[in-house]
């Protein structure tokens, strides 16, 4: 039996790309954040220009399961939260200062 598929507007395209951006934010490790947003970026820079509704269809419907999993391991994520990197800036972790000092309260490495 086959089935009627209607066709994505591109303001649910739109929205969903947005959705997957704000989601691969809430990662609490930088580089699985930095990852996911690059991969959405590229996902979708890559077929910008594709105009087959079915392919359309089909690639909507694999980026809704990839937000749904992308908002379960980032509320996973969030459970095991590290010190923030350098690369990340600003102050983190066990930090304490006022003007952007970085003062550790214990050292970082074997104890």
Known sequence: MATIQRSVSPQEVL???RQLLRTSGQFAAYNFREYFRRRTRDAFREH???TDAE???G???KARKEL???KRQS???QFYQMDRLVVEGGK???QKGGRGDIVRESETGWN
């Open 92 to 94: 983190s972790g066990k």
């Open 68 to 70: 749904q999993v992308l």
């Open 75 to 77: 509320v996973i994520s």
């Open 15 to 17: 929205s969903l790309y």
């Open 55 to 57: 392919a359309i269809n």
């Open 48 to 50: 910008r220009t594709d």
């Open 59 to 61: 690639l909507v419907g």
